[in-house]
């Protein structure tokens, strides 16, 4: 299990406990190599923004 997830002997960890479970999780960030590995074009591609621009973004194209 540790294999899998990524840890190996000194690997920091975290430990929580919650009702009917113990739970040990990776402190480790994943390095740039591993997201980007883990990037899936379909899952997370596209830009979407819930708001139009605000700020520096709404006078963009030079007109505020």
């Given at each position: 299990m540790a294999k899998i997830a990524g840890v190996t002997e000194g690997s920091p960890v975290r430990?929580?406990?919650r009702p009917g479970r113990i739970v040990i999780e990776s402190e480790t960030e994943p390095t740039l190599a591993q997201m980007l590995e883990a990037f899936d074009p379909k899952k997370h591609g596209g830009e979407a923004m819930a708001c139009g621009p605000a700020g520096v973004e709404a006078f963009?194209?030079?007109n505020p």
């Open positions: 430990v929580s406990v963009a194209d030079g």
